[in-house]
């Protein structure tokens, strides 16, 4: 989503006359779009915005922008202007269409006034131009669950989507652009249209997208487990441009931690939509997010979640320690568990999943896979990379030519990261 936020920061400055720079020491201006729902990813964003102030004093006229999530934080923008002060404009989560007007400015402040109000459900800035082959659409933004842990409902604001239309709209004229795969974006998409009481529920939205002509593949992230609906799965499984991929955030495999997180579902329950999806889809892939010490989750509940992820087969998880974010009803919760503790459980759990990701990329020796070529590989220019269904990474020999088309390619070897195989001609 901050990628997205930083494509749309992107298309804005071109429209004032800005190009793409190659390099930092070339640019004019940098927009750093933050993100505040781990301590870790907001330390991470200071340190980067510290370090902007060299770039900028290098060359006058030079301007630096901090767009999203930490500038929205409630009270935040007096703190944060007295911490970098080097920095021009500060821009919040609900505010990119102000940017064109702070750019011409030279710099000034947007943050809206209460994030707890609804802001608007568009985006501020059209995509197409920038002819990506695999290119994220925003269909909804905010939330309107109460995880315990979390901060995105005060930074995003309540859920609301983008009317249908719109959305479909903007698929159309990226595939028209080159775009042949689309990643659906929003914190809840199993919840699209239901704030608003549209007909349109997010199956349908998946099915229309996926029927869009010259688009070949259609993603969509996230689905919340408590509410992931049979119509949503039968999509999946009867749309041939929708992959195979659902990515449910499991969080903990502890129901007295779950109950506390207040996800609303418990182990047994995630593990019964998992085969409902593995029944409808055996090839399905299901990715996870997994949150280690939550305030008060004791060895034992820590256990029940190693448990599942050994139960559930994921291809890959996202792995966190938890981090304690003012605001939140976690922040406050009895029972904070030492940081040593944290770092260790998360190890033993990042341990547990390699072993379960390589397994499962090793099921898929041996056979074909359909990759997207995105590419020359980062690692090595002479191999071309791209992403199968699944959105494993894939290096091949290949030719250029075969940037952007769809490949067969026979999977030969595999470490927890990359896939390497071969094209089959
Ligand atoms: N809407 C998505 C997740 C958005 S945040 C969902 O419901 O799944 C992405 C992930 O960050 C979450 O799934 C969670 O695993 C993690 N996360 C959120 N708040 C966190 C916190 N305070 N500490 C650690 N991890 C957190
Ligand atoms: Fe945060 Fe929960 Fe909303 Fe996801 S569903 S954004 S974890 S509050």
Redesign the pocket.
């Known amino acids: 989503m901050s990628e997205r936020d930083g494509e749309s920061f992107r298309a804005l400055a071109e429209n004032c006359g800005y190009v793409p720079a190659l390099r930092r020491e070339e640019a004019d201006l940098v927009v750093v779009t933050t993100c505040c729902?781990?301590e870790s990813a907001e330390n991470r964003i200071m340190g980067n915005i510290g370090q902007l102030s060299r770039w900028k004093a290098e060359r006058p006229g030079r301007l630096l922008a901090v767009a999203g999530c930490l500038v929205q934080q409630e009270g935040a923008l007096e703190n944060l202007r007295r911490r970098a002060p080097h920095v021009d404009i500060w821009i919040g989560a609900f505010e990119q269409e102000k940017f064109t007007d702070l750019l011409q400015a030279g710099g000034g402040s947007a943050v809206y006034p209460s994030p707890l109000r609804a802001g608007p459900a568009r985006e501020p800035a059209p995509l197409a131009e920038l002819g990506k082959i695999s290119a994220a659409v925003n269909i909804m933004y905010g939330?309107d669950n109460h995880?315990a842990?979390?901060v995105?409902p005060q930074v995003r604001g309540p859920e609301r989507s983008r009317a249908p239309q719109d959305v479909l709209e903007e698929i159309t004229s990226l595939a028209a652009a080159g775009a042949r795969e689309v990643v659906l974006l929003g914190?809840?998409v199993n919840s699209y249209g239901r704030a608003e009481g549209w007909r349109e529920d997010f199956a349908w939205l998946l099915r229309a997208a996926a029927r869009v002509p010259g688009l070949w593949r259609v993603r969509f992230t996230?689905s919340?487990p408590r509410d992931l609906p049979e119509a949503l799965i039968a999509a999946a499984a009867e749309e041939a441009a929708v992959c195979p991929h659902f990515h449910l955030?499991l969080?903990s495999g502890s129901d007295r931690v779950l109950r506390a997180m207040n996800r609303g579902y418990t182990a047994a329950y995630y593990l019964e939509r998992v085969g409902a999806i593995r029944r409808a889809l055996p090839e399905a892939r299901i990715s996870t997010?997994?949150?280690v010490g939550f305030p008060g989750e004791t060895e034992a509940d820590f256990a029940e979640t190693l448990r599942l992820v050994r139960e559930a087969r994921f291809s890959q998880a996202f792995t966190?320690?938890?981090?304690r974010?003012s605001g939140t009803a976690a922040a406050d919760m009895p029972g904070q568990v030492p940081r040593p503790e944290r770092r260790e459980r998360l190890q033993r759990l990042t341990e547990a999943q390699a072993e379960m990701s390589l397994a499962w990329r090793r099921s898929l020796v041996g056979f074909r896979q359909e990759v997207l070529v995105t590419g020359p590989s980062k690692k090595n220019a002479a191999l071309l990379s791209g992403l199968t269904a699944g959105r494993e990474i894939t290096v091949f020999p290949g030719r250029e030519a075969d940037v952007g088309t769809l490949v067969p390619v026979l999977i030969k070897e595999v470490n927890s990261w990359t896939m390497f195989g071969e094209i089959i001609r």
């Not at 966190?320 to 981090?323: C, N």
């Open positions: 729902v781990r939330c995880c842990y979390c995105v914190q809840n996230t919340h955030p969080q997010d997994i949150i966190f320690m938890y981090s974010r």
